[in-house]
């Protein structure tokens, strides 16, 4: 039963006709685990605490930056070279003092992940580099932990909830899934390359927070079994269903972090796949020396499309890649680089063939084309 002071408190959400004090007991008596303190993770936890989620355990081993002011606004200035950690929990507790908060101020890692991990019931990854994402997803598998991931790039943002249970028993796709190989250190940029406003890790964040919310209380959402893609320009959001494949449940707790080569995920680079721009990639296709792999929605052919391309959307490569020819190279579209690098590594271990990104995607292309052509 909930208290007076907590029928208070969530009053405002008890009057939702669909939530009930069942599941806002759900949600007190819940243990979330919140990796990383950067502009997701400052995002995620206000939204946390202030639900009612009852214990949160926070990882991160960095300290506070001038520079994440413009993104991480539960920090001030004043705590610039303090620990994240211990801010963050300081702000937790000031805005609900009946939380239990945990914190780590260390980075997760193979030595630690297993313990972090198992005593928790979802957890969020906010974090921002592709070591830590395979770990997060190799020690969830292993202890069958739910998480929400999410990443940001320039003016995009990803979102999904991995490895959850459905209604019907089955668990929805992991990261590996997603992207089955670890890219380059030089494939996809860091945001301190590209450059990010602050906003969009605050909207993914707070999307994060409501995936997490949601699930613990028992609600579905498109994005258990799926991979959210809003751009920030447009205000566009589409989901595109993502399988689970046949090996996400074969991580085991002794390979957890561990790459095939037993090296250390958080020191492994993988190669680097191939790219192309627009102007290289249209040679060799007018010389019939590769063929063009369009991967984005039907919806977007509507708004730019090309002749030479052969359309199968992102969601449906799983089920379809083996319709693609391997005797020629391919070079994958998309609209700016990012889904059709991620659907290249998945094509390297399903597929193997000759598999080329056209960098900066569609867009590229056309301004190539007419450098005054409108953006979609």
Same mark, same amino acid.
């Given at each position: 039963?909930? =208290? ?10 008890? +009057? ?6 069942? /599941? !806002? !007991? ?6 979330? *685990? ?15 605490? +202030? ?8 990882? @991160? ?17 004043? +705590? ?40 928790? @019931? ?39 909830? /991995? ?13 590996? $899934? ?12 860091? $945001? ?7 906003? *969009? ?21 498109? $994005?258990?079994?799926? *991979? &959210?893609?809003?751009?920030?320009? @447009? ?18 707790? %002794? !390979? ?18 191939? #790219? ?13 020396? +590769? ?10 052919? %509507?708004?730019?499309?090309? %002749? $030479? ?16 020819? =391997? ?35 569609? #867009?590229?292309?056309?301004? &190539?084309? #007419?450098? @005054?052509?409108?953006?979609?």
């Amino acid at each position: 039963m909930l =208290t007076e002071q907590e029928r208070l408190r969530y009053r405002k959400q008890l +009057a939702l006709a669909e939530w009930d004090e069942v /599941c !806002q !007991q759900k949600l007190r008596q819940a243990h979330v *685990l919140v990796v990383g303190l950067g502009g997701l993770g400052v995002a995620v936890l206000p939204y946390l605490v +202030a639900a009612g989620i009852g214990e949160i355990t926070l990882v @991160d081993g960095d300290v506070v930056d001038e520079s994440n002011l413009a993104r991480q606004v539960i920090y001030t200035e004043k +705590a610039i070279g303090l620990k994240k950690v211990s801010q963050a929990k300081l702000f937790a507790e000031g805005l609900q003092s009946s939380v239990k908060i945990h914190a780590y101020p260390e980075n997760l890692s193979t030595q630690n992940a297993s313990q972090i991990v198992r005593g928790v @019931d979802l957890v969020v990854d906010c974090t921002d580099n592709f070591a830590a994402r395979y770990l997060i997803n190799d020690v969830c598998v292993a202890f069958e932990k739910p998480f929400v991931y999410a990443a940001i790039h320039a003016w995009e943002g990803l979102l999904s909830v /991995c490895n959850a249970v459905l209604t019907d028993g089955r668990r929805t796709a992991t990261y590996r $899934c997603l992207f089955p190989e670890e890219p380059g250190k030089m494939e996809i940029p860091a $945001c301190d390359e590209v450059g990010v406003l602050g906003f *969009l890790p605050g909207v993914m964040g707070i999307l994060q927070a409501k995936e997490a919310i949601l699930y613990v209380a028992g609600f579905s959402s498109p $994005c258990q079994g799926g *991979l &959210l893609r809003w751009d920030a320009r @447009d205000m566009s959001m589409r989901t595109f269903a993502i399988a689970r494949s046949e090996e996400a449940d074969q991580v085991r707790i %002794d !390979q957890v972090g561990v790459n095939q080569a037993g090296e250390n995920q958080s020191l492994s680079s993988q190669e680097i796949p191939k #790219d192309l721009g627009p102007e290289e990639a249209q040679e060799m296709i007018s010389k019939g020396k +590769a063929y063009l792999l369009d991967v984005r929605e039907a919806f977007e052919l %509507d708004l730019a499309a090309l %002749d $030479c391309a052969i359309h199968i959307p992102m969601g449906e490569i799983p089920t379809r890649h083996a319709e693609l020819a =391997t005797a020629l190279p391919c070079i994958v579209m998309c609209h700016h680089g990012m889904r059709s690098a991620q659907v290249i590594r998945f094509l390297h271990q399903a597929n193997p063939g000759t598999w080329i990104n056209l960098t900066g995607g569609i #867009d590229a292309w056309s301004r &190539l084309v #007419d450098p @005054d052509v409108p953006r979609y």
